[in-house]
């Protein structure tokens, strides 16, 4: 498949990038599409980590303020996995644990690759690195929170693996990435090990 390029332009520089591109793609039935307008934003690439702790059987989850939910009418605050921005240089495995422990104190042992996705490919370049982060409640070196300069506050939940379960079946997360990781982790519990029942 072809895509002709006839013109980009930046329309905002900032903590992101905004393109609009003029461009033609080359259709199923061989033939070109008309001259059409597609808007791009460059967020660059971000890690997700579902942490596991081997010893209480817990899932640790975050719940935060997100403007983007308030601004689509909901109250603001959303349950997530741990989440942030992979620096320039930095692997997505060293900004896994780094966000880890700046987010929820917990120094992670391991590391288990569940997928890299495009978090809405319609709109923007970024990509999510999701993982399974192994550690125990003996790993949490500090509290948690966030990081006060970039004023976060961030709270810590702590849920089995049969309560993260029924909250999925409840329907009471609506974060993609979170979604993911929970369904992953639940139907391959066995392959990690991590078979144990929850309360």
Not at 150 to 166: F, G, P
Request: aromatic letters at 10%; a negative charge; one cysteine or more.
């Amino acid at each position: 498949m072809i895509v002709k390029i006839h013109k980009t332009e930046r329309l905002l520089s900032g903590f992101f990038d905004v393109d609009k591109a003029t461009l033609q793609y080359e259709r199923f039935n061989g033939e070109f599409s008309e001259i059409v307008h597609r808007y791009n934003l460059l967020r660059g690439q971000a890690v997700a980590v579902l942490i596991y702790l081997e010893d209480t059987e817990q899932l640790v989850l975050i719940r935060q303020f997100r403007y983007a939910v308030y601004k689509a009418g909901g109250d603001g605050w959303i349950t997530e996995t741990v989440a942030g921005v992979i620096d320039a240089g930095e692997s997505p495995e060293t900004c896994a644990k780094r966000e880890c422990i700046e987010e929820s104190g917990f120094k992670l042992n391991r590391l288990e690759k569940i997928a890299t996705v495009f978090s809405t490919p319609g709109i923007t370049t970024e990509q999510i690195h999701i993982f399974l982060g192994i550690s125990t409640s003996k790993d949490q070196i500090h509290a948690g929170g966030g990081l006060e300069e970039e004023h976060e506050d961030i709270q810590l939940l702590y849920l089995t693996k049969n309560e993260a379960a029924r909250a999925l079946k409840e329907q009471r997360f609506n974060d993609a990435k979170t979604i993911l990781a929970l369904q992953y982790f639940l139907l391959n519990a066995e392959e990690f090990q991590l078979n144990k029942t929850g309360a």
